[in-house]
């Protein structure tokens, strides 16, 4: 399969059919990349040509699994729990307190979103930061917590909740024995917690199923807009902003800015994190 080459007429078919399908985009300087795990999805389905399998993935009656397969293949899922401790301190410190002190004036849902949530590490660190709220600060609600993502895969292993040590790399040591069983090279996360996520596959490009996402708190959508074109990525933003609540909070990657985006969000500077408002 290494010696298969994808022509630049195909490259830029499956290209833009991967875009019309997720708003995922490979420019051209990622042909390459996009060629190298293509081949590997070919040799699993046995074709023996790119237009091959781009008729699968276009015509067949098996596109729409090929294509969660695909994306499952073109997706870099790299992530760990407690990923970016300054993001998830000014969760824990600044934006929940805030967050409840207007809730005490009516209102009792806590509702977080985790956009693109990989197999599940971000969710459960969320929902493990909150239960050491519920339990230290007397919460009088349960927190909702919603966590997608547009492959199958990633889901099937975030409801496992089973994980190698390296996803748990920057996981502080309280949190490891308190959430988690050691089970020879992996580690389990607790029911207590698995119960708190509520997991989905959802593609963000989807407007009948992003548009059932509201009312919400908090989004999580980080190190996602990457894989985004332009359009796709103002088309994305403007969906959060309407599935937040007027004062609901965005955290995207560190590394990511909203500044050629949107304007519609307030900037939020906090130690070392900057979040995005909803005034």
């Not at 060629?35 to 008729?55: G, P």
């Not at 977080?112 to 239960?131: N, R, V």
């Not at 989905?200 to 708190?217: A, P, Q």
Request: aromatic residues 14%; neutral net charge; charged residues 30%.
């Amino acid at each position: 399969m290494s010696s298969l080459t994808l022509s630049d007429e195909k490259f830029k078919q499956i290209r833009d059919l991967i875009y019309e399908e997720s708003g995922m985009y490979f420019a051209n300087t990622k042909k390459y990349l996009l060629e190298n795990r293509l081949s590997k999805r070919l040799e699993e389905v046995q074709l023996s040509s790119f237009d091959e399998y781009y008729y699968l993935l276009k015509y067949s009656a098996k596109r729409k699994e090929e294509l969660s397969r695909l994306f499952d293949q073109v997706t870099i899922n790299e992530t760990s729990f407690f990923r970016d401790m300054p993001q998830l301190q000014a969760f824990e410190k600044e934006v929940i307190p805030e967050i409840l002190k207007r809730k005490d004036r009516g209102g009792q849902e806590l509702r977080i979103w985790s956009a693109g949530c990989s197999s599940g590490q971000e969710p459960y660190t969320l929902a493990m930061i909150l239960k050491e709220l519920m339990e230290t600060k007397a919460f009088k609600f349960v927190p909702e917590i919603m966590a997608n993502d547009i492959s199958g895969a990633m889901i099937l292993e975030a409801e496992r909740g089973v994980y190698m040590d390296y996803y748990l790399r920057n996981t502080p040591d309280y949190y490891k024995s308190k959430y988690f069983t050691h089970k020879g090279e992996t580690y389990i996360i607790s029911d207590a917690i698995k119960l708190m996520v509520k997991f989905s596959i959802m593609n963000l490009l989807d407007e009948e199923k992003v548009g059932t996402m509201k009312n919400i708190d908090v989004i999580f959508c980080r190190n996602v807009l990457i894989y985004f074109a332009e359009e796709a990525k103002k088309k994305l933003i403007e969906t959060f902003y309407e599935a937040l609540k007027p004062g609901g909070y965005l955290f995207i990657g560190h590394s990511e800015s909203l500044h050629s985006i949107s304007r519609a969000f307030k900037l939020m500077l906090f130690p070392n994190a900057i979040v995005y408002k909803k005034e």
